[in-house]
């Protein structure tokens, strides 16, 4: 009898069905955390929490161990029993200092965004000329006052302010089509480094939910929800430079509710003969609520105004001869002012076990204008070149994306599907011959902008174990609308296209801590409205071909690889060249190369990064020694060396170098590359008091940020001259800084 009952327990307990698991995993001040694993150890299921903090957890039985984990928090290990099946799960993670031999490949939604965390969290970002910088291989400079968008190479592309990468802050576009000074301007000034919480990014055009410029890649930054205390900040260097910040929380740690405010004040005078009278003010507030169901809502809102004098880029004959030095100018009426204005609402939801929803809504209004002279009295030998670039705009859109766990027969399956729309409205684009900034001698370029992008995706992700597969497709309609002011008839010129475009990307993980991936895409970015009119609708929305093999392998606890080997192929590297007011077109172009990373966590309270690039990159319809893209970086440089917390000190010295490269297309003019070093060093007391110092360029290197090979004219010259003009790198320049959180 004792046998009997012993096998039918046996009997019961062997087949009894596998059950869901459902839950919230939320940090200690019960706010809910994205991204995080958990694994059962004996099915081998897996899942990881949504925006709300959610997941459902299959095949699971009673006696089952899981594993919960994020970096940055310490993991929990759960042994199911019969009530963990009744009722949602609530668990809590303690946070806990951010180490990389707790990185496991494989756990990780995407490994190389969650390296970037660990990049973040190691040595954080104290200034918005920084933000980009935290993308690996990726290099800017600034060539016009502190108020212009950076110049931004990446992947062998001189992406010139973003005409070849996608940009955006909480799911609103930071990128400007049709923009006055240039196709994708992007302007991320209204961003403060410190309301940052994580960066993604990817290389290429392989990402089903990225759209328009996402040709060399796309970077995604999000604000915080909860920024814990309060903080004030200020800093104070050389060149009249001083910096405040303050950010407060508004509702403390009020259960399911979040509200900050941030403010930051800029101004900088630069180390230039003529002062650049820089200033730029910041307002951000972000709102948070979980509703029933664990349901977020977030409503942000933000500002930002600057204004800037600037000595422009000068010629390196006008510095050979003494006619000025490095820190001089020809013209040193340039400058300008721009503005931004945010609204965004975030709502995401579980709207079923297996079914879940994000979206965002915004609205933007910016204006912009902008005064340069490149050529000097090239084209105007009594009242001199200067032109001015204005615009006043408003943006309107939506993204809306679902995303369902099932199975495709015997395999898991993730499918992700989306649609969105964004409206631009840009009255009275402006490209103007001025003078000394308030007269107007005749114009350009007149007239306004109405443009249409609307879009759907879908995206599958097959899981066959060790292998995934993930193939795509994107569809995106553009309209373009102009009206040309300086026509005595009004007519709108209009122009439609479509673009399809096929992804498929690849995953094996070899081992949990060695993932190989291949990745292939079509991407695209649209041409200026007014080129796509003037042009008929040809060449409206050019492709790129790309692809990617690589691995992300740590062979040890403490130090992570990252490599790839790209290929990208541009249809036509066709841009509008708002600086004046013409077109460009220079074919078809093809660029390869290779992406290397390394990353060492010495000890806990030390670490070490670097990234290098090699890139090959020419233009496919040139004869040979005349098929140089002007100002593509060949290779590049960044990494440092990070103190975090050891004994109260943090810190880093940080470097960056960039190769000469050709500033045309025969490689007769180079643009000479540089390697330029930074130092930060703090110390904080027990009373949430921070002291600290940066250095940028420790060694005073001599050194020019930006740098384009340009046809010009001095006032006292009878011929132009083509050469290098070249905006100066910051010398030595020294920051004291003091903070308070309370």
């Keep these: 009898m004792k046998r009997i009952f012993t096998i039918l327990l046996f009997l019961i307990i062997g087949s009894s069905q596998a059950q869901n698991i459902k839950g919230v995993v939320t940090n200690s001040n019960q706010q809910p955390l994205e991204d995080v694993y958990i694994y059962n150890t004996n099915s081998s299921s897996h899942a990881h929490t949504i925006a709300n903090g959610s ?54 939604i995407d490994a190389l965004n969650s390296i970037s ?106 604000t915080k929800e909860d920024i814990g205390s309060s903080e004030i900040n200020f800093s104070y260097g050389q060149f009249n430079s001083m910096r405040t910040l303050g950010m407060f929380n508004l509702l403390g740690n009020t259960p399911n509710q979040n509200a900050y405010v941030a403010l930051e004040y800029i101004q900088f005078d630069g180390p230039y003969h003529s002062p650049q009278n820089f200033n730029r003010i910041n307002l951000f507030g972000k709102y948070t609520t979980y509703l029933k169901g664990n349901d977020r809502l977030s409503v942000s809102l933000s500002h930002f105004k600057s204004r800037w004098d600037a000595s422009g880029q000068i010629p390196q004959r006008a510095v050979d ?22 609204f965004n609402v975030e709502y995401n939801s579980l709207l079923s076990e297996n079914l879940q929803f994000k979206s965002n809504v915004f609205y933007s209004q910016y204006n912009f204008e902008l005064y340069s002279n490149f050529t000097f009295f090239l084209e105007d030998p009594i009242n001199g070149d200067q032109i001015k670039q204005k615009e006043a705009r408003d943006i309107f859109g939506f993204n809306a994306e679902f995303t369902r766990d ?66 795509a497709l994107r569809l995106d309609y553009f309209k373009f609308m102009y009206n040309d002011a300086l026509v005595s008839d009004y007519e709108t010129l209009s122009e439609t296209k479509t673009i399809v475009n096929p992804k498929v990307n690849f995953f094996f993980n070899q081992n949990e801590n060695l993932q190989w991936f291949l990745k292939t895409g079509i991407g695209f970015h649209s041409n200026d409205a007014r080129v796509v009119v003037q042009q008929q609708g040809e060449d409206i929305l050019p492709r790129a071909y790309g692809a990617d093999f690589g691995a992300i392998w740590k062979p040890v606890p403490k130090v992570v690889f990252n490599t790839a080997l790209w290929y990208l192929f541009l249809e036509q590297e066709f841009v509008y060249v708002g600086d004046a007011g013409i077109v460009e077109p220079s074919g078809e172009s093809k660029r390869y190369g290779l992406d290397l990373g390394l990353r060492y966590q010495i000890i806990d309270w030390l670490y070490f990064d670097t990234d290098a690039t090699l890139t090959h990159a020419r233009s496919v319809e040139e004869p040979s020694g005349e098929d140089y893209i002007p100002l593509a970086p060949d290779f590049t440089l960044t990494g440092g060396l990070s103190v975090n917390n050891f004994k109260g000190f943090s810190g880093a010295i940080r470097y960056r170098f960039i190769d000469d490269r050709p500033a045309n297309e025969d ?71 003091i903070s308070y959180r309370f």
């Design 55 to 108: 997941f459902v957890l299959e095949n699971n039985q009673v006696g089952d161990s899981l594993t919960v984990g994020l970096l940055g928090y310490e993991k929990t290990f759960l042994v199911l029993n019969e009530n963990h099946f009744k009722d949602s799960l609530t668990i809590v993670l303690k946070g806990k200092t951010i180490l990389l031999d707790e990185l496991v490949i494989t756990e990780q």
């Design 117 to 222: 965390k660990v990049d973040l969290e190691t040595n954080p970002v104290n200034s918005s000329q920084e933000i980009l910088r935290k993308v690996p291989g990726l290099i800017i400079g600034q060539h016009a006052g502190g108020g212009k968008a950076e110049q931004i190479f990446l992947r062998g592309f001189d992406i010139d302010h973003g005409t070849d990468i996608s940009l955006s802050v909480d799911g609103m576009p930071v990128n400007m089509v049709s923009h006055a000074h240039g196709q994708g301007y992007s302007d991320l000034h209204f961003l403060i480094p410190e309301t940052i919480n994580n960066i993604n990014f990817g290389k290429g055009p392989y990402y089903a939910n990225k759209g328009d410029f996402n040709t060399a890649g796309y970077v995604d930054f999000n």
């Design 321 to 342: 001869s003494g006619m000025i030095d490095r820190w001089g100018s020809i013209d040193d009426t340039e400058g300008g002012n721009t503005s931004r204005t945010n």
């Design 406 to 471: 099932g199975n495709l027969g015997a395999v898991e399956a993730t499918y992700t599907g989306g649609f969105g729309m964004r409206y631009d409205f840009v009255n009275d684009v402006e490209l103007s011959h001025t003078l000394n900034r308030n007269e107007t001698l005749n114009y350009m370029a007149l007239g306004d902008v109405n443009e249409t992008n609307m879009f759907a995706y879908i995206n599958a992700e097959l899981d066959f174990g060790k292998f995934i597969v993930a193939p």
């Design 667 to 737: 490689n007769s003019i180079v643009a000479e590359g540089y390697f330029v070093t930074d130092l930060n060093l703090s110390y904080e007391f027990a009373n949430n008091l921070v002291l600290g110092i940066a250095i940028e360029n420790l060694f005073d290197t001599e050194w020019n940020e930006t740098q384009f090979a340009t046809e010009s004219r001095l006032q006292n010259e009878l011929e132009p001259v083509e050469e290098i003009h070249f905006t100066p790198g910051t010398p030595f320049f020294f920051k004291a800084n």
